[in-house]
């Protein structure tokens, strides 16, 4: 994709928000958040995050879903759903766990990962009615 295409994809529609995380001048990732679904649907949150490469494990990632569930749950959502978490992307499995999200299922080799081949996909959920 070129820069205008990523933008265009990325950059969440109102009522969503998308977000960046920076250090002085450095863009270390971002997060683009909103409701699930249209309509009836639309009391469900859902959020995607990335980070550079260069900056993983450095607890942005972390920073990026905290602020994505704070914003969620001051928006009024009752719920924040990911609907497509790869089953091997421990890192983000793990972030999101322990930010409170379980998961719900797993769709069976739903996505076709570049070196593992056929993996699942987990619906994550998480309640937006406790403690943070
Ligand atoms: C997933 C992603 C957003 C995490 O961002 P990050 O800034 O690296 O995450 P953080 O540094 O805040 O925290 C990562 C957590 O995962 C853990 N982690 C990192 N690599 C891990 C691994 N291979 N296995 C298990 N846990 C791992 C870290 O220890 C940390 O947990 P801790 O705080 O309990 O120690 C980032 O890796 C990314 O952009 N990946 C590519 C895009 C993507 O996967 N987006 C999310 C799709 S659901």
């Known amino acids: 994709m070129s820069s205008d295409e990523s933008r265009a994809v990325w950059t969440a529609e109102p009522p969503g928000r998308t ?25 469900v949150a859902t959020a995607s995050f990335m980070v ?27 719920s924040m759903q990911f609907n497509a978490v790869v089953e091997t992307n421990r890192a983000a499995v793990h972030l999101w766990q322990s930010l409170g999200f379980t998961i ?14 056929l993996v699942g996909l987990h619906v994550m959920h998480r309640r937006l009615d406790d403690a943070l």
């Open 104 to 117: 719900l299922a797993t769709v069976p080799e739903a996505f076709d990962h570049p070196e593992h081949g």
């Open 19 to 43: 977000v960046v995380a920076v250090d002085g001048g450095t863009l270390l990732g971002t997060a683009r958040m909103g409701p699930n679904r249209p309509g009836r649907g639309s009391h």
């Open 52 to 78: 550079h490469p260069d900056h993983h494990g450095r607890g942005v990632g972390r920073r990026l879903g905290t602020d994505a569930l704070a914003w969620a749950r001051s928006a009024g959502y009752r």
